[in-house]
């Protein structure tokens, strides 16, 4: 059957996906296009970081499929040290799946379902699909029209989003799924990635992006067939059914996993409303091996639960913690390794990959960025609550196996930060009990006292984290390992003691009389006191004489 490629919205050759070159110029991309000038673009430029996430995960499912591989190192190597992506192999490829890449192909839409329907033939606004609409709290954009109406580059977008992170809860109920109860989908759980702390290195271009994150067939941790692990444009069209096979077959079959079934509704060249109902569900137990692109952990309430005697579950992210204080469980130097034995936590499969090509292939000084990406749920995951964005940039040298010098002197700075913090937290702390804020508790801190030793904590964290991004950046392979912590100690002796000097100045002068706290006199002299000792305690490098002339806070 001949279609018109010009209503079908064809995603080959119609420019949906921004980015952004190495000259800083915004542009809009074909698939065609992306890969025949991923090595003059500096990245993609998506409308939230989530859907970023989802859209490099499709582009990689298409390099995969394209590619058949790549089978092993020694190919991957070729594909890195060409100057750009075999984009007519690519091209090739796509042109032999193009009716599955018609956004409205009568018969096949791309990630979409072409008779999707419900009892009463209702479907929802665009609110839905959005994820920077959430429903009832719209909050990350300017979108506060529920009336909205999408292009069809950006609902392609937002449809890749959806299948990836789309909130859990009662969905519609679609024709043809035997789920269905009185008209209604009952949650089977958020999308895919959304149960992930995403785990992104990054390049300096698009191409070495796609390259660090496309691991080769034969990769030891993610072995895969590249027969079976398929995207789903290689799968039978899909109905509203769950999938004849639930088996999870790779991970190019989950950066394409249908978690919805949806249909956009097109109207006078717009997409105005969407229809998105029950899909294919997945359990998170013991993916480690398949999925690369998050950290995990071991769960013992798990175990217990399935009767299993190790249980991996995908490790999120803290919104309230930079990626940096994290450091232990991202460098595979540091981290529980898939090669471990029932480890108590283990680092990302493509993290262990880069590691291997940093051993190998890749030059010590290489700049690697690590972005991380999640999406935090409330209400029993059916709400979108937060998105986590973070990088933190490297040189690869911090990702070799047997780094270990230098890796210990990261996370050993970052345990010394840690430390810092705190010792500014007590200040805060015991400024607030000499000051007499209020009554305090027998055996305890008031609350008062607590809230401000929590701002405190909070604080040394912020002002110390440009700085400790900045030196991590320069450790390399050439760096002196005693001279680094050197440095780091004393670049967070003096961040910690500005706003030290800050709580010392504005405390009361009550404080300075002070009170006794269970027992024993607390003045602003005691907290100066013991303040200076904790930071020593925490930066020893930054003291180098014992009597510790000239040091005080």
Not at 67 to 86: I, M, V
Not at 119 to 126: A, D, N, R, V, Y
């Amino acid at each position: 059957m001949n279609v018109d490629e010009r209503h079908t919205f064809s995603l080959i050759d119609q420019p949906w996906l921004p980015a952004r070159t190495t000259e800083g110029t915004a542009v809009e991309l074909s698939l065609v296009e992306v890969f025949e000038r991923a090595h003059r673009l500096a990245n993609l430029s998506s409308d939230l970081p989530t859907q970023y996430f989802a859209l490099i995960r499709t582009l990689l499912a298409v390099l995969h499929g394209a590619l058949e591989g790549p089978r092993n190192l020694k190919d991957w190597e070729q594909l890195w040290d060409a100057e750009q992506l075999p984009h007519e192999t690519i091209a090739a490829y796509l042109e032999r799946h193009r009716e599955r890449f018609g956004l409205f192909h009568p018969q096949t839409p791309f990630f979409q379902v072409a008779d999707l329907s419900t009892e009463k033939g209702q479907t929802s606004e665009l609110s839905k699909l959005v994820a920077d609409v959430p429903n009832g709290r719209p909050f990350f954009t300017n979108r506060l029209d529920r009336r909205i109406s999408l292009s069809f580059a950006e609902a392609a977008r937002w449809l890749v989003h959806c299948h990836a992170f789309d909130p859990s809860g009662i969905k519609s109920g679609a024709i043809g799924d035997d789920r269905v109860k009185k008209g209604k989908g009952y949650p089977i759980g958020t999308g895919w990635s959304g149960r992930l702390g995403g785990i992104l290195p990054e390049g300096r271009t698009l191409r070495e992006t796609l390259l660090l994150n496309l691991i080769p067939r034969d990769f030891i941790l993610t072995k895969r067939a590249h027969d079976s692990d398929l995207p789903v444009w290689e799968y039978e069209q899909l109905g509203a059914t769950v999938r004849p096979d639930p088996a999870v077959r790779g991970p190019v079959d989950l950066y394409t996993w249908q978690s919805r079934r949806i249909r956009l509704v097109p109207e006078n060249g717009k997409v105005t409303r969407v229809l998105i109902c029950n899909g294919d569900p997945v359990k998170p137990q013991n993916r480690h091996q398949i999925e690369p692109h998050t950290r995990w952990r071991r769960s013992t309430a798990q175990e217990k639960r399935r009767s299993e005697p190790v249980v991996y579950m995908p490790r999120e992210h803290d919104p309230e913690r930079a990626i940096w204080r994290g450091l232990e469980s991202i460098l595979p130097g540091t981290a529980g390794t898939q090669r471990e034995e029932a480890a108590a936590g283990l680092t990302a499969g493509v993290l262990e990959w880069l590691s291997l090509l940093s051993d190998d292939i890749l030059d010590g000084d290489f700049p690697v960025q690590i972005r991380t990406i999640g999406m935090a749920y409330r209400n029993e995951n059916s709400v979108t609550d937060e998105i986590m964005d973070d990088a933190l940039s490297l040189r690869s040298a911090l990702l070799r196996q047997d780094a270990i010098q230098l890796t210990g002197l990261a996370v050993g700075c970052v345990q010394a930060a840690d430390e810092a913090a705190r010792a500014l937290g007590s200040l805060a702390l015991n400024l607030a009990q000499a000051a007499g804020k209020a009554p305090p508790k027998p055996g305890s801190p008031d609350p008062a006292s607590l809230a401000d030793r929590t701002r405190a904590v909070e604080l040394a964290y912020a002002e110390l984290d440009a700085p400790f991004r900045g030196w991590l950046s320069g450790l390399g392979p050439d760096s002196d390992p005693v001279e680094e912590q050197v440095a780091w100690h004393r670049t967070a002796r003096e961040v910690v003691r500005a706003p030290a000097r800050d709580l010392q100045q504005r405390a009361p002068a009550t404080a300075w009389t002070g009170r006794r706290v269970n027992g024993y006199l607390v003045t602003a002299a005691h907290a100066a006191l013991w303040f200076d000792r904790k930071l020593r305690e925490a930066l020893p490098q930054a003291f180098p004489d014992p009597a510790g002339q000239g040091a005080s806070a």
